[in-house]
């Protein structure tokens, strides 16, 4: 039986990891490779990622069984146009992982590509490109399939047969009900975090001081703000509608909650932070969501020379891997606070267990 070939155009994060999960799960699958970055074709190549690099999309789209785009939300438009002048295979499935739906979803109908099944994998990571492709990724992660009308169930098992070497959970949805759910769980938080970060930049010219204060929480609770912003201009015109209707519905409980403020409405002002706390404790912990999660362990550590290299120590000797480490605050003879960030519960809850079997130290999650 001749072996099945999967084209994946984009070889950044999404696209290295998804390589690696198809082989892991399917090692006869021919995987080719086409990057506008040659060094990501070539890096793709030599870690085994890929099995060929495509000559062109014109060249490789033709001899393709499925067709991955992981590019962004604007190339992908541009190569779905591509593809539609291109005679493919009858049996060929094409899919993406824009992180918006409706406009990717609409194009290829409209362009006549009735094989078309949009995919959005709700994962990300702190790094990015090729050399940040992960197997795990997508571990517990929801990966979304938004197919056109009518649902294409065959494709879509056959897609979901393909990646299952990511262990995401599949979830099929509507591209209107993807969108609005993204923009409000994903794409307003972001832009909210952005504003904060540049408010800040402004705010520490007049007050120095906040700059340094700022490493704290402020720093935590703004940090997908670091994300890429070539990517995150497509997604908010990719999500026009949805997202003006989200930030018309911000700022008008921002100017309810400014009026509470100047009137010194004491029970509204309550009310509000109440009702947010009531909403947020019934919120699954650990889950992962379309932000990715990040996993953090407080660590009580005493001011003394050598602390943190034998914390990472202990770290590194069981093979764990960490997003960031933080001291949160040091001060002579008193306990600190070292943060140690990880990018799975299970790499967390191992860390635990050989912190508390090699010291007597005290932690604590949020």
């Known amino acids: 039986m001749k072996e099945k070939q999967v084209l994946i155009v984009g070889l950044g994060l999404i696209g290295a990891s998804l390589a690696l999960a198809i082989k892991k799960e399917h090692p006869n699958t021919r995987i080719i490779g086409l990057d506008v970055q ?40 541009k190569q779905l146009q591509i593809i539609s002048r291109i005679p493919l295979k009858e049996s060929v499935i094409l899919s993406d992982a824009g992180s918006t739906k409706s406009e990717i979803v609409d194009l290829a109908e409209t362009l006549g590509l009735e094989n078309f099944i949009g995919g959005h994998p709700m994962a990300g990571s702190h790094k990015s490109g090729v050399t940040a492709g992960d197997e795990r990724l997508f571990e517990n992660a929801y990966y979304i399939f938004t197919p056109g009308k009518p649902k294409d169930q065959k494709r879509i098992k056959a897609l979901q047969s393909l990646l299952a070497g990511t262990q995401a959970k599949f979830v099929v949805m509507s591209t209107e009900e993807h969108d609005k759910i993204t923009g409000l769980l994903s794409h307003l938080p972001h832009v909210i975090a952005a504003g904060l970060v540049n408010q800040s930049k402004a705010f520490n010219k007049e007050h120095p001081g906040a700059g340094r204060l700022a490493a704290g929480g402020f720093r935590d609770i703004t940090r997908i703000a670091s994300s890429d912003p070539v990517m995150w201009t497509d997604i908010l015109l990719s999500n026009k509608e949805t997202l003006l209707g989200l930030l018309d519905n911000w700022r008008g409980e921002m100017d309810q909650v400014s009026e509470w403020i100047a009137a010194e409405n004491r029970e509204a002002i309550f009310q509000f932070f109440y009702e947010a706390k009531e909403t947020r404790n019934q919120m699954p912990i650990h889950k992962e969501g379309v932000i990715p999660a990040f996993h953090d362990l407080f660590i009580d550590v005493p001011d003394v020379p050598g602390v943190i290299a034998e914390v990472t120590g202990i770290i590194g000797k069981a093979n764990l891997s960490l997003i960031n480490l933080k001291i949160l605050e040091t001060r002579e003879d008193i306990f600190g606070i070292l943060q140690l960030t990880f990018k799975r519960k299970e790499d967390l809850e191992r860390a635990k267990e050989c912190i508390e079997k090699e010291t007597d130290y005290l932690w604590y999650e949020k």
């Open 38 to 77: 040659k060094e990501s074709e070539a890096f793709a190549l030599k870690r085994g990622m890929i099995d060929e690099i495509a000559e062109s999309l014109d060249l490789a789209a033709p001899e393709a069984d499925v067709i991955l785009l992981c590019s962004p939300v604007e190339a992908v438009k």
